[in-house]
């Protein structure tokens, strides 16, 4: 018997059976993740627990907005970083140079330290914020800025990620901006959705911190406390709700059996009903209860403290924030000087290797960009010093340097090692302090010749 052909497939037929077949593979695989998860004993805890997975910009900013340990979370940084604020200067000679003059017009003028600072606080939000630079050019904010000698500033307006949107980014490989955003779209009136601008870079002071592998998008500060934050929200909330549930005891009410009995007893409950309303919610303190016993019902009412502890705890931990200088001035008081350094060190660190690269020498590099202040030979960024010693700090440096001299001067050493030497290498002064002490001590001129023989010595 001849063997019979295999009938070729259409198109048509071979796009069914690849979509069928596509259809049936999709429906196994779902059966299979729906039984595994069935199966499998562990939790999502993210779903158990009721948090927000993937935070919106909304998402952080209403948290930022209404949860006060959140704001404390976004500021706490910003806020130590800038009580301070920088010099900024050209040279260090007495005499201002324009540079100078001019900048510290516009420090003057824009209060431009704080809108700074106003940048670092909402640009930590979200994932990054703008400071929109108003130009006396006249044209559209979508356009870009050019270079005029003496381009005034007009204002200084700060945005964080909530009204942003980036519209366009430079996608040539060869540009020096690529990766970076073109256009930005800003909702000028956070209450119209419709007031919204596009504004070109040239205008806008980027700025985003804790950034990662983008230099667009940061890592938002409550990012890494999120869930902390939202059980706190639990806590607090859930214990002023027990507590407001518990103020007022509840009342259990018992007809007497013996009324029952008689069988054609009734209650009239809608009058009982508002008795009870006028007693719990008006200024009557008395209420009818014939054959009816009442009986009170202890509240329960837990202490949150506990629990709100360890939540304050684990955001100062996941922050790298000492715990008393996390909650506040009040119990920061009580914060050992050990934490005081390292919480200081942190700040200067900060100062030095994120405010002044990322946002200080930005507004300098675009305001001479765009001719609002002549281009300085070199610039130079100097914070002042964070840590501040306290009295009683001051008093036992001041008695262990007075002791130290007094060691000196009793101990005959001088010819031994020079009083100059013994300022500069052992109480580490700086050599203006320490020939300021010699020249008031009447000992400048010996001091000055042991240096002289001191360096003939060393180069023989």
Known sequence: MAKQAKKKETPEEKTFLQNTWGVIRNVVESRSALIKKMLDPRRDLETECGYITDPSPSDYNDMYNHEG???????????????????????KDEEETQFEREWNALVKEFNLYAVMARVDVLSGIGRYGIVLL???????????????????LLYLRVFDESVLSIKQIERNPSNPRYGRPILYEVQLDAGNQRNKQVIHYSRVIHVADNRRMSEIYGVPRMRPVFNRLQ??????????????????????????????????????????????QNYINGLQRWFLSEGVTLKTLAPVVADPSS????????????????????LGSEEGRLAGSQDERAWGKRITHRQNKYLTPSIVRPFIDRFVSLGIVPEPAEVEVEWPETIELTKKEIAEIAKII???LKEYVTGGVETVFPIEHFLTKVLNFDQET??????????QEEGLEYSETSKETEED
């Open 134 to 152: 108003g130009l006396d050019d006249g044209e559209d904010l979508a356009k870009e800025a050019v270079y005029k000698k003496g381009r005034k």
């Open 69 to 91: 340990v959140a704001a404390r979370v976004v500021r706490l940084l910003p806020e130590e970083s800038w009580h301070v604020v920088p010099k900024v200067f050209e040279t």
């Open 307 to 326: 629990h709100l502890e360890q939540q304050y705890r684990a955001i100062a931990i996941a922050l790298g924030i000492p715990y008393r200088i996390f």
């Open 402 to 404: 007075t002791a130290a």
């Open 231 to 276: 059980d706190l929200r639990k806590i607090l909330g859930g214990s002023a709700e027990m507590f407001w549930q518990g103020a007022f005891p509840g009342f259990a009410f018992e007809i007497n059996p013996e009324v029952l009995k008689a069988g054609n007893a009734e209650i009239d409950k809608d009058s009982f009903k508002e008795e009870m």
């Open 434 to 443: 320490a020939d300021a002490i010699l020249e008031a001590a009447g000992l």
